[in-house]
């Protein structure tokens, strides 16, 4: 437009002069609609931070520390955001005097994961026990049929086609430590060797669809009673 009003179009580009320099026309950036975000378990996150919540009295118990660290990498956000606090589960012999304690009761529910639940084992003998005192309404026990934590994570993401059977007289973090050429002498090698593995495994889409499962049925057993009507 020039002092007398007039408008003229021009190409985009070097070839002008603003107040005696030479610049060249751009087109103004446009904002576009910006991308959603998702959590490492694929929901959907939230735009803007969320101030802190209040805890629900519902909660989620876990077997394991790997099991639980390799929960709170996936599920961390999903968790907070419902106000779910997950606890460590030293062992599942500790379950029943757990329960008991907890006394689950509607808008109080008891979720539970644990390691390689499987028909005829102690484990499974355990969880008749508690659901045998009561608790069956307010309390869900899963457990997957690995072996270990570790082969939740897709074996792929190790660089293996399947994880190593490793033989029944052999510990099997060593042995699977062993059969990948980690080291494998101590306790502190398996730490190393775990943070390894859980470094691959950074969404949802890295673990067997079977844990998946598991922790989003656990999740929504837990607030069922909290869900906004």
């Known amino acids: 437009e020039d002092r007398k009003g007039k408008r003229r179009g021009f190409p985009f ?10 610049v060249a026309l751009q087109a103004p950036l446009r904002k576009g609609k910006s991308k959603p975000k998702y959590t490492a378990s694929g929901s959907r996150a939230s735009a803007t931070p969320e101030q802190a919540k209040v805890a629900l009295p519902s909660r989620i118990y876990v077997e394991g520390r790997h099991d639980a660290e390799l929960v709170e ?7 907070r955001h419902v106000g779910v606090v997950v ?3 030293g062992g599942i012999d500790d379950l029943p005097a757990i329960v008991d304690e907890f006394r689950p009761e509607p808008g109080r529910r008891l979720g539970v ?14 969880v008749k026990q508690v659901y045998a005192g009561g608790h069956e309404d307010c309390v ?29 007289d052999v510990d099997f973090k060593k042995g699977t430590l062993a059969a990948l050429g980690l080291p494998h002498d101590d306790q502190r090698d398996v730490a190393r060797g775990w943070q390894a593995i859980l470094a691959r495994a950074n969404s949802w889409r890295d673990l067997e669809p079977q844990l998946n499962t598991i922790v989003e049925r656990l999740i929504d057993f837990v607030t069922q009673d909290h869900i906004d009507g």
């Open 13 to 22: 580009g070097a070839g002008f002069l603003l107040e005696g320099e030479p």
């Open 73 to 79: 990498k996936i599920w961390g956000d999903d968790l």
């Open 87 to 89: 606890e460590y589960l």
């Open 113 to 126: 994961l644990v390691d390689h639940l499987v028909p005829g084992s102690k484990e499974s003998r355990i």
């Open 140 to 168: 869900l026990v899963l457990g997957h049929e690995f072996i270990d934590i570790w082969q939740a994570v897709k074996p792929e993401r190790v660089g293996r086609k399947a994880w190593p059977e490793v033989p029944m």
